[in-house]
């Protein structure tokens, strides 16, 4: 089963606009993970917050968790057409018995 | 590249074919994950081994059967598949299963499957 909704499906900016992507996600987490993936390829790591953290930063990544509202954000800085791919943010919980449940992803396009 | 390695890269079999899908990882990892994902949708959960045993099946049809014969591999036989088969299987591998700890995936780079 497929625990997050994320928004928008599809996201195209220019270069060095920001780009923010969402998720929501319905049972109680432990973490959230978000992941690149790039056309025909693998998933790629790439940031993971707790449950008890609000905010995290990677580079020109930002995470941010509300688990009153159980949704996070991904906003990535000064885009690069490098950026281009989809993102998918994952929720792990201990209910989930060592399941990490993916959203639906954003495909994000930056346009050079 | 990555660190999970993933063979073969492409595959195309028939309906009566038996084949296999091989994946290496050697970060001494001791949970591994088999994903299906088609296409613009995300992957899905097949199986995930632990310490070298299975410990989820999602409900997966007998003609995929997964085996580990060793923490740094993982195995997917495929038999009497259907076209609706066709799809990346990727592979992943975690420090612990993800689930339970914050260990993030390391996925390959998958096998695309064509089912004819």
């Known amino acids: 089963s497929q625990q997050g909704e994320e928004d928008p499906q599809a996201l195209s900016i220019q270069e060095g606009e920001n780009a923010t992507m969402n998720c929501s996600y319905k049972?109680?987490?432990?973490?959230l993970q978000w992941y690149r993936q790039n056309s025909g390829r693998g998933l790629v790591h790439l940031i993971l917050?707790?449950?008890?953290?609000r905010e995290k930063h990677s580079g020109r990544l930002r995470v941010t968790l509300d688990t009153s509202k159980k949704s996070s954000s991904l906003l990535i800085t000064a885009s690069r057409a490098a950026d281009t791919a989809s993102y998918f943010c994952?929720?792990?919980?201990?209910?989930?018995?060592?399941?990490?449940?993916f959203g639906q992803g954003t495909e994000l396009s930056v346009k050079p | 590249d990555t660190e999970v390695t993933q063979t073969p890269k492409h595959l195309v079999m028939g309906m009566t074919n038996k084949k296999s899908l091989k994946c290496e990882q050697h970060?001494?990892?001791?949970?591994m994950y088999w994903y299906k994902q088609k296409a613009k949708k995300p992957p899905e959960l097949m199986f995930v081994?632990?310490?070298?045993?299975?410990?989820i099946n999602e409900s997966v049809p007998s003609r995929f059967s997964p085996e580990c014969p060793n923490s740094s591999l993982l195995n997917l036989h495929l038999h009497a598949l259907q076209p609706e088969d066709s799809a990346l299987y990727l592979c992943?591998?975690?420090?612990?299963?993800?689930?339970?700890?914050?260990?993030?995936?390391?996925f390959g780079n998958g096998t695309r499957l064509t089912v004819t």
């Open positions: 917050i707790r449950s008890n953290e």
């Open positions: 994952a929720t792990g919980s201990y209910n989930q018995g060592g399941k990490l449940i």
């Open positions: 970060m001494g990892h001791r949970a």
């Open positions: 992943a591998s975690s420090q612990n299963p993800s689930g339970r700890s914050e260990s993030p995936l390391h």
């Open positions: 081994y632990s310490y070298e045993k299975l410990s």
């Open positions: 049972t109680s987490i432990n973490n």
